[in-house]
């Protein structure tokens, strides 16, 4: 946005260093506050939730000869198979949980470019949020862009690649990914006890990865990025 005649006046008047490094603190400090509002909302749901949820998903993860909850979480998504997989870590390895449907994703396979585009991103990105009172019933929001795709972006020349990704509830998403009321209860509950700190997720552009070809018409990098996804799922032990 373009700054007002008015600029000068107010760089003019800037608070003196001091002033400053207060400003900054406070900001901080406000911060930290939404930060354990946010945190004790969704502990609050996910208690209200655990009677209905976590008998389920602690059958599945004693199936697996996995302690719940997990040190570590990998929700791995193949968009042309519209299926997200449940991976925890065992020892040093990730083992399969279980899966669920995809059930509303826009776009088709290739990278997520800009905003308005429709895409799904595919990369490794880290959850960066919860949100209980979602307009799609519950949502984990997605680390989208990651270092890589700003670094693409910049090299492209694309000011706006676009952002707010987020897995939620409900059976439709215009570039998320919709996998139904009941799938993000368990996986919002996970979240809480795992810890947002502990998860991964790793969007794919479908099952297997392994000489998979990048669609027509997608940027020259889009071979590096599936050889970097190839190579993350092998280093977890889910090639």
């Known amino acids: 946005m ?26 901080v400090a406000v911060c930290a506050l939404s930060c354990a509002s946010e945190l004790q909302r969704a502990r609050r749901a996910a ?5 209905k949820v976590e008998p ?9 000869g996995v302690e719940y909850p997990p040190g570590r979480v990998l929700l791995l998504a193949f968009k042309k198979e519209k299926r997200l997989e449940l991976h925890a870590l065992r020892g040093e390895r990730f083992v399969f949980i279980k899966s669920y449907s995809i059930l509303g994703a826009s776009g088709v396979q290739g990278p997520k470019l ?31 862009p990651n270092d890589f795709d700003l670094a693409m972006a910049a090299r492209d020349g ?18 998320c990914l919709a996998v139904g009321d009941a799938a993000v209860e368990e996986l919002f509950v996970l979240a809480v006890r795992a810890g947002t ?10 099952a297997p990865m392994n000489g998979y070809t990048p669609p027509a018409g997608s940027p020259r ?5 599936y050889r970097s996804i190839r190579a993350e ?7």
């Open 221 to 225: 990098w889009t071979a590096d990025l």
């Open 47 to 51: 208690a209200g939730l655990s009677a």
């Open 158 to 175: 694309r000011a706006d690649p676009g952002g707010d990704i987020h897995i939620h509830g409900g059976d439709y998403s215009v570039g």
């Open 2 to 27: 373009r700054e007002g005649p008015g600029r000068a006046t107010i760089e003019q008047g800037r608070p003196p260093l001091l002033g400053r490094s207060v400003l900054l603190a406070a900001a």
């Open 56 to 64: 389920a998903i602690k059958e599945a993860f004693r199936g697996a």
């Open 114 to 144: 800009r905003e308005g585009d429709r895409q799904v991103p595919e990369g490794v990105y880290p959850v960066t949020g919860l949100n209980p009172d979602s307009t799609y019933h519950m949502s984990l929001a997605i680390g989208y």
């Open 233 to 239: 799922m092998a280093r977890l032990g889910v090639d």
């Open 197 to 206: 700190e502990n998860m991964r997720v790793i969007i794919a552009p479908g």
